[in-house]
Structure formats: structure tokens, C-alpha cells
């Protein structure tokens, strides 16, 4: 079974930056693409940013777009998401897992889920 461990977040005043990590059990090519989620609370899951690992493409949520860039290392089998220009509204849990590429499923509840990594945007 995959496994993930998040890293990298933090406590950031608004229009901040910080650059969170996802170091994935076995090969990042096992999977055909990994995102980065978030859960603010009392809010759903959503998908913030996803890539493809064989050849890169990514796709991004509205609200993040131009704002948020996801990249990948294949060697270290890692996923990255470096958040710029930080908005309170940002403030959630952040984690990695699969991703729906093509669709828009979410894993869900029952599904592995990493610890993940807080982030809090606030002045």
C-alpha cells in the first residue's frame, strides 16, 4: 500500500509563501498522478493541484491558479507544492495522495491518508 508523509507547512502572514513536500513510498511512477488536497474545518476535502507523473501535465483548483505550482522529483519520488502570495482563506490541512487526473474523484474517508501538514495563513 502507498504511503505518504507530508512536510513543510506553517504559520504565514497573507501573501507569504511556503513550500510543502510528499515523500511517497515506492516509485511516484506506480501511481498515474498525485495531488495535493486540503481540509480546511468543517469544510470538505478538496483538490488543490495534481500532476502526471510520467510527463508532468497538472491541473490546478480555481481558486489556487497562479498562486500555487506542483512539481515532482521521479529520482527522490517526491511532489511539491510551493504556495505564493498566501490568503487566510488558504489555511486547511494539506495532504498528497492519488489523484483523479481525468475525473474528479476524491479518495475517500476510508482511504489511506497521510498525517499531512498545517498551514495557517493569518495576520
Known amino acids: 500500500q502507498m504511503q505518504v508523509v507530508e512536510s513543510g507547512g506553517g504559520s504565514v502572514q497573507p501573501g507569504g509563501s511556503l513550500r510543502l513536500s510528499c515523500a511517497k513510498t515506492?516509485?511516484?511512477?506506480?501511481?498515474?498522478?498525485m495531488g495535493w488536497y486540503r481540509q480546511a474545518p468543517g469544510k470538505q476535502r478538496e483538490l488543490v493541484a495534481c500532476?502526471?507523473?510520467?510527463?508532468?501535465?497538472?491541473k490546478y483548483a480555481d481558486s489556487v491558479k497562479g498562486r500555487f505550482t506542483i512539481s515532482k522529483d521521479t529520482v527522490k519520488d517526491m511532489v511539491y507544492l510551493q504556495m505564493n502570495n498566501l490568503k487566510p482563506e488558504d489555511t486547511a490541512v494539506y495532504y498528497c495522495n492519488e489523484a483523479d487526473y481525468w475525473g474528479d474523484s476524491i479518495p475517500g474517508e476510508e482511504a489511506y491518508w497521510g498525517q499531512g501538514t498545517q498551514v495557517t495563513v493569518s495576520s
Open positions: 500532476i502526471v507523473s510520467n510527463g508532468g501535465s497538472t
Open positions: 515506492g516509485s511516484l511512477y506506480s501511481v498515474y498522478a
